[in-house]
């Protein structure tokens, strides 16, 4: 008998690409890639793809594009969000033992800096 398939249920760290984001994606995966901030005619082109994209999620979101930042992951954008926010948090920032460890390593850097009141909850 064959075995069954495994599940994947960890979606909180990473999930598959919907049909659509694949079918877009593919002319840059698949050989029309280029640094967008060279300074020749493909890094243009893939200049103008990341603003088109930047465009679009703008859109989507109904804010300025100029506020739309792409980072390479969770880490880097759990650590642009907290740092952000550390000098206007208010009543501070409470975080859990269970956060990830990007959120609990910016959160105990920021309250050993003294850039914010910070709580572990228990």
Known sequence: MKSPAPIYADFASSAPPLPEVVDAMM????GSHANPHADHLPGHRAARAVEDARQQIADLIEADPDGVVFTS???????????????????GLLFSPLDHSSIVE?????????????????
């Not at 002319?27 to 698949?30: A, K, N, P, T, V």
């Not at 003294?114 to 909850?121: F, I």
């Open 106 to 122: 910016v959160a105990r850097y920021l309250g050993q800096s003294g850039s914010c009141r910070v709580r572990q909850q228990a």
């Open 27 to 30: 002319e840059w995966l698949g």
């Open 73 to 91: 992951g969770a880490t880097e954008s759990n650590n642009l969000a907290l740092k952000g926010l550390a000098g206007s948090c208010g009543e």
